[in-house]
Structure formats: C-alpha cells, structure tokens
Nanobody
Framework: QVQLVESGGVLVQAGASLRLSCAAS????????MAWFRQAPGKERAFVAV??????STDYADSVKGRFTISRYNANVYLQMNSLKPDDTAVYYC??????????????WGQGTQVTVSS
C-alpha cells in the first residue's frame, strides 16, 4: 500500500510560479513511476507530467511543456510550475503506478490540492 499526500496549492496571479509537493509513504513507494494529473471543473482528469522511478525519464503534456518541471527525491515528487495561466486552474493530483498518460495506469492517488490562477 502506498499513501500520497499533496500540498502547495494556493491562489496566485497569472505569471506567478508555484511548487507542488507530493509526500509518498509505503514500503515500495520509491519503486513506482510518479505522475501529476489535474482536473478542472466540468472536465476529465488530464495528464500533466510523469517521472520514472529512477528519476531518469520524464514526459509532459504539450500544454505545460517548457513551463512545468517534475522532479523527485526518493519517493517524494514535486511539480515546479512557472508562468502560470488561468487555464492551469484545477485540482492537481499525485499518482503512483505504471508509465502512462492515462489515469487508469495508476494504482494509487492522493486527495488533490487546489491551484487557482487569477487573470
């Protein structure tokens, strides 16, 4: 069993930067690929970024490439978000599982943290 707890979501203005954290615990948490997804009101949960269990590989959604950076230290994972836009407003979820852009590839999920970007 892996437990994930996100933090760092706040209300910011467009153009600001923000860093989300995901604290992972559990005996095998450091062996999973870790990802960030987001869900805006009325929309499906969408892939943001994923990092391999070793930290050596990453993948990003086109909408955040060049602005967001995913990283990890041991089992914990982070999402550095720069040049935030109102369209980035969503609940951000941390997930642990396979290497995938599909939510179904992830077995464990956090409770989410709200990011709101005002224009």
């Amino acid at each position: 069993q892996v437990q994930l707890v996100e933090s760092g979501g706040v209300l910011v203005q467009a153009g600001a930067s923000l860093r989300l954290s995901c604290a992972a615990s559990g005996r095998t948490s450091s062996t999973y690929n870790m990802a960030w997804f987001r869900q805006a009101p009325g929309k499906e949960r969408a892939f943001v970024a994923v990092i391999s269990w070793s930290g050596g590989s990453t993948d990003y959604a086109d909408s955040v490439k060049g602005r967001f950076t995913i990283s990890r230290y041991n089992a914990n994972v982070y999402l550095q978000m720069n040049s935030l836009k109102p369209d980035d407003t969503a609940v951000y979820y941390c997930a642990a599982g396979t290497w995938s852009r599909d939510p179904s590839g992830y077995r464990y999920w956090g409770q989410g943290t709200q990011v709101t970007v005002s224009s």
